[in-house]
């Protein structure tokens, strides 16, 4: 067989394929707006998006992929896939910490897929305003980064909201330096968020020590503020250089090539368990000596792993603190369940911020 013959064999074979998955995710699309009329005709519109049904299904996607495609890009897809058959049942705003282009939006798109309304806002406080008035239907903001640690604003916020924990999204983070000019030697100023700024430090006095470092709101704002200021650079991913046409000099100026943001998924309703959770939640102490080692007790006696702990100030009173507790299992767990009993016995208060499917991919 020649070269050519066996090409077109194979190119006819993938027309084929690509006939059958078309079909395919016809049928699954048709599948999904059944549901749709299903669940219009018995529950409310609150249910149509159930995310531990969505990671679930995700899981297993990545669990049972043989390749030569890597699971992370199969979920993807697949994600996509859900994302568009979901839009057949109800389209979802979903409420991001803006402008357009900045990580936040990116980790709402991957958790989401691109078949959903993002909105863009100024601030953490308004994502969550705009949940619990319900103009959006999921926010998504940032609460840690590997490099720099929690984002406190992000920790405040839940002790006056009422909204819960509904997923979590990790997003690998690789900062670029964008300008208008490729010449390191007439950068003066570099622009972005604060946490930009400190996960690029190292990079930064190497390479550009004389540029004074100025933090805006976010770093798709700085990439938007430097497409027309000569002498000024930004930090920012490739969706803010492409959506700002601003030219990327330097790719991956982070100092740690791990660098990696965590995102909460917030929203009004409460999640089921998917099988491979986490539950977080506020406690208040006693201001007396052994609180805190009271406090974890009931944690290590049900044997959980907990995997984050963080004081923040009350705001109650002065020296006043809580502390954030991220732990293993969902509250309905047996584990979990006997914990937050314990825990609720033991201190002032126990607040349960939400159980969620951790982030897959």
């Known amino acids: 067989m020649s070269t050519d013959t066996k090409l077109d064999s194979l190119r006819n074979r993938i027309d084929a394929l690509d006939e059958q998955i078309q079909d395919l995710i016809n049928e699954r699309a048709t599948c999904a707006r059944d549901i749709a009329e299903v669940k219009s005709a018995t529950q409310d519109s609150s249910d149509f998006y159930r995310p531990e049904r969505e990671v679930a299904v995700l899981r297993r996607i990545s669990e049972r992929n043989t390749g030569p495609l890597p699971a992370e890009e199969m979920?993807?897809?697949?994600?996509?896939?859900?994302?568009?058959?979901?839009?057949?049942?109800?389209?979802?705003?979903?409420?991001?910490?803006?402008?357009?282009?900045?990580?936040?939006?990116?980790?709402?798109?991957?958790?989401?897929?691109?078949?959903?309304?993002?909105?863009?806002?100024?601030?953490?406080?308004?994502?969550?305003?705009?949940?619990?008035?319900?103009?959006?239907?999921?926010?998504?903001?940032?609460?840690?980064?590997?490099?720099?640690?929690?984002?406190?604003?992000?920790?405040?916020?839940?002790?006056?909201?009422?909204?819960?924990?509904?997923?979590?999204?990790e997003q690998r983070i690789h900062h670029h330096l964008l300008a208008t000019d490729g010449d390191l030697g007439k950068i003066t100023r570099v622009l972005a968020h604060q946490q930009a700024l400190a996960q690029c430090r190292g990079w930064l006095d190497t390479n550009l020590p004389h540029a004074k470092h100025v933090a805006v709101s976010s770093n798709a704002e700085a990439a938007r503020m430097v497409s027309d200021s000569p002498g000024t650079a930004a930090i920012a991913g490739d969706v803010a250089a492409e959506l700002y046409g601003v030219n990327i000099v330097v790719r991956n100026i982070e100092d740690e090539p791990d660098n990696t943001t965590r995102f909460l998924v917030i929203g009004n309703r409460t999640v089921l368990a998917s099988g491979n959770d986490k539950t977080s939640v506020l406690v208040s102490v006693h201001n007396v000596p052994g609180a805190l080692y009271d406090m974890l007790q009931p944690i290590a006696r049900n044997n959980i792993s907990m995997t984050r702990i963080e004081s923040r100030p009350s705001r109650q009173g002065v020296w006043d603190y809580v502390f954030y507790i991220d732990m293993e299992g969902h509250k309905d767990d047996a584990a979990v369940a006997a914990a937050l009993a314990e825990l609720k016995a033991r201190t002032f208060a126990v607040k349960v911020l939400g159980s969620y499917p951790r982030a897959v991919l």
Do not use: W
Request: with cysteine.
């Open 75 to 169: 979920v993807r897809l697949f994600r996509e896939i859900m994302s568009a058959c979901l839009a057949l049942e109800k389209p979802l705003n979903i409420a991001f910490l803006g402008p357009e282009g900045t990580f936040t939006q990116a980790a709402a798109l991957k958790h989401f897929g691109h078949s959903v309304q993002t909105v863009a806002l100024d601030g953490i406080d308004d994502v969550f305003r705009e949940v619990e008035a319900g103009s959006a239907d999921y926010g998504v903001v940032p609460i840690e980064n590997s490099t720099e640690g929690v984002i406190s604003h992000t920790l405040d916020l839940f002790q006056r909201s009422p909204l819960s924990i509904c997923g979590e999204v």
